[in-house]
């Protein structure tokens, strides 16, 4: 196992070794995205074309799938199959396929490279059988977020990518403004890059000229519109975000946090007092107010009805579901939040 940071080392490296199967998992999507992206490259590079995605739930056929990979050999290009399965949840099925999968490609080329896209595993998924065997015959990657200490310095790495350079108080800086979420980091520095010179020195008068903190505290603002229940000011707070240039893979990222901290509420409230709930979820006492607010306009089934909805948009903006453009990305968003506040 090894983390997201590494493995992209390794794309990059210019001797990359082809693995038959891949496990891309872990909270950070920017390393999900920039691990994903970087291997389908890879992949594509070296004569593996991108076949079928295979979406997984509980009612995952695996025998077309297992139907699929057998058929590897009357081909004749070599193919990459995706199988996105946020939840890490093969079943005995699954677990089974993944297991004789591992044994049947160690003694063969990888005609076939499967790439398997989880979300967060905790620690009994992480020791099951079908992650175990996928690390005994290929690689596990994992994405973790960066801690919020160490994340000036992820900046600054990144814009040595951009071919820029990041002063640590500029670092510190933008760090502080986008409060650990690194699309957002990661969007305003592609920005600078394009804005500054080549070679240029950002220094915190740049952060401060460029890196507009309007946008970041409307993000927030939107969140609590939408757990008020204010439906029509959510819908314009997104599209002025829309139009200020704020992407669309940052805007999920805040709805999808919000709608995970709601499931969870949801799942204490089963067993503790809404009080207890937010004491373990370490809710501030001033937003307890919208949280409760939300909490009774919608239950658990409903809020998890919503981080399926959530997960369909991801797909979209990661190419896996195919749209006819983003006003199709920004009208599901646009519909996520106005059920998140009705």
Not at 119 to 140: M, P
């Amino acid at each position: 196992m090894i983390l997201a940071s590494a493995f992209l080392n390794q794309l990059n490296s210019g001797n990359f070794d082809i693995k038959p199967i891949y496990l891309l998992y872990g909270e950070e999507p920017l390393f999900l995205r920039d691990s994903l992206d970087g291997l389908k490259k890879q992949l594509l590079s070296q004569g593996y074309m991108a076949s079928e995605t295979y979406d997984v739930d509980a009612n995952f056929d695996w025998q077309s799938l297992q139907m699929d990979t057998q058929a590897g050999s009357l081909f004749a290009e070599s193919r990459m199959i995706l199988i996105n399965m946020p939840k890490g949840s093969p079943g005995r099925e699954g677990g089974k396929f993944f297991q004789d999968w591992c044994q049947y490609v160690q003694a063969l080329p990888p005609e076939i490279v499967l790439v398997v896209l989880c979300e967060k595993l905790d620690s009994r998924q992480i020791k099951g059988k079908w992650v175990t065997s996928i690390e005994s015959a290929g690689l596990v990657v994992q994405a973790k977020p960066v801690p919020a200490n160490a994340l000036p310095g992820w900046c600054q790495n990144q814009a040595q990518l951009h071919g820029l350079t990041l002063e640590r108080e500029a670092a510190n800086l933008l760090a502080d403004r986008v409060e650990g979420n690194l699309l957002a980091a990661d969007q305003e520095i592609t920005k600078l890059s394009l804005s500054l010179p080549a070679n240029s020195t950002i220094t915190a008068e740049h952060i401060l000229e460029h890196v507009v903190d309007q946008a970041h505290y409307q993000l927030f603002a939107l969140a609590t519109a939408m757990l008020n229940g204010k439906v029509a000011y959510s819908v314009q707070m997104l599209a002025r975000l829309q139009q200020e240039g704020v992407e669309a893979p940052v805007i999920l990222w805040l709805l999808s946090k919000e709608i995970r901290q709601l499931i969870e509420l949801a799942q204490l409230t089963q067993q503790v007092s809404l009080n207890q709930a937010f004491n373990q979820c370490r809710i501030w006492q001033s937003r307890q107010g919208e949280y409760s607010q939300a909490m009774q306009r919608h239950g658990l089934q409903e809020w998890q009805n919503l981080l399926k909805q959530a997960l369909q948009i991801d797909r979209m903006i990661k190419g896996i579901q195919p749209t006819l453009n983003d006003r199709e990305v920004w009208f599901g968003l646009s519909d996520l939040v106005a059920k998140i506040a009705r």
